[in-house]
T-cell receptor, first 112, second 114 residues
């Protein structure tokens, strides 16, 4: 059974720092991996989708990488801002490809 | 504006009552999903639908029911059989249920049962 783990559970950094959020999964037979952002009490906003055949995706200050063989993905945030404060969730498509399996998230706090 | 709407944002019910959560999308997506989120937990799949008039159980379907009579609508009923219904419920959709497609989420409904 696929399990997704995110480390650390919480992270506090000063504004301007570059940071990395980690996501690991137990079954390397994934079809894609998606990173989301969730603000308190809100729904999820899709940040990046990496297909299984891709190694990385970039959007603005965000860069996500995928290493299927090692079961890992990282989300790199450059020059962090207070507005980046949120919970970041990663999810992989299950073996049937019918839905996503989520990690518990990393809660990021960026102080000004 | 294209997107997914969920209503209401907050819902309060007494124990023993059934309650229906609304999810509507105007993205012309075939697939729709319901997830449940509890504090400190990842999202868990309740039900999903790949096409109109068809739906399948997810990992935690007990105590829930759904219908998919229209492409744009996928309501979720939380029945009195659900032992711990208080949670944050999220609806999502994707172009199709094909495994490579991105999922988009609604704003969620917070259900409190007392």
């Amino acid at each position: 059974k696929q399990e997704v783990t995110q480390i650390p559970a919480a992270l506090s950094v000063p504004e301007g720092e570059n940071l990395v959020l980690n996501c690991s999964f137990t079954d390397s037979a994934i079809y894609n991996l998606q990173w989301f952002r969730q603000d308190p009490g809100k729904g999820l906003t899709s940040l990046l989708l990496i297909q299984s055949s891709q190694r990385e995706q970039t959007s603005g200050r965000l860069n996500a990488s995928l290493d299927k063989s090692s079961g890992r993905s990282t989300l790199y945030i450059a020059a962090s801002q207070p507005g980046d404060s949120a919970t970041y969730l990663c999810a992989v498509a299950n073996q049937a490809g019918t839905a996503l399996i989520f990690g518990k998230g990393t809660t990021l706090s960026v102080s000004s | 504006d294209g997107g997914i709407t969920q209503s209401p944002k907050y819902l309060f019910r007494k124990e023993g009552q059934n309650v229906t959560l609304s999810c509507e999308q105007n993205l012309n997506h075939d697939a729709m999903y319901w997830y449940r989120q509890d504090p400190g937990q990842g999202l868990r799949l309740i039900y999903y639908s790949q096409i109109v008039n068809d739906f399948q159980k997810g990992d935690i379907a007990e105590g829930y029911s759904v219908s998919r009579e229209k492409k744009e609508s996928f309501p979720l009923t939380v029945t009195s059989a659900q032992k711990n219904p208080t949670a944050f419920y999220l609806c999502a959709s994707s172009i199709s249920a094909h495994r490579t497609y991105e999922q988009y989420f609604g704003p969620g409904t917070r259900l409190t049962v007392t």
